[in-house]
């Protein structure tokens, strides 16, 4: 089996800024990365806590998936991201196992990392997205 850690924890909003300022009025912390991902569609920061990253999500227009999904499920979880060291390998045993995958092929995400997304079908109506750790 792989070896797995929580990546990060990532929450959708309205408004990026607003969104920030409320975790560090509440629980501290300030944003270690910002970045626009034109390709998904978002500008996402994170926030470190602990060894993890709470991730928040703003679609840069309606027509995003975040987008859309801020319109029908409004704000809170949209993904959670777990790290694994081998991602292809991670993927080909998710295939064999019958998990319907988004990617079948690793993208490029924030900070460069390589990422997939799997279906939300596949695990408790919840999208998990994988991340190759650098370690
Ligand atoms: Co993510």
């Known amino acids: 089996m792989f070896a797995y850690n929580l990546d990060h924890v990532a ?3 309205h408004d990026l800024d607003a969104a920030i300022d409320d975790y560090r009025r509440l629980f501290g912390g300030e944003p270690l990365h910002r970045e ?9 920061a994170m926030i470190a806590v602990g060894g993890s990253f709470v991730q928040l999500l703003r679609p840069l227009s309606e027509d995003t998936p975040v987008g859309r999904f801020l319109a029908t499920r409004g704000e ?8 694994v060291a081998d991602i292809e390998g991670a993927l080909e045993h998710l295939v064999r196992q019958g998990a319907r995958l988004v990617d079948r092929e690793p993208r490029i995400g924030g900070r460069g990392a390589r990422i997939a997304f799997v279906h939300p079908r596949a695990f408790a109506g919840t999208l998990v997205e994988l991340v190759e750790s650098h370690s």
């Open 11 to 13: 929450l959708a909003v």
């Open 36 to 44: 626009v991902i034109e390709e998904q569609g978002v500008e996402e």
């Open 76 to 83: 809170g979880l949209h993904h959670i991201a777990l790290a």
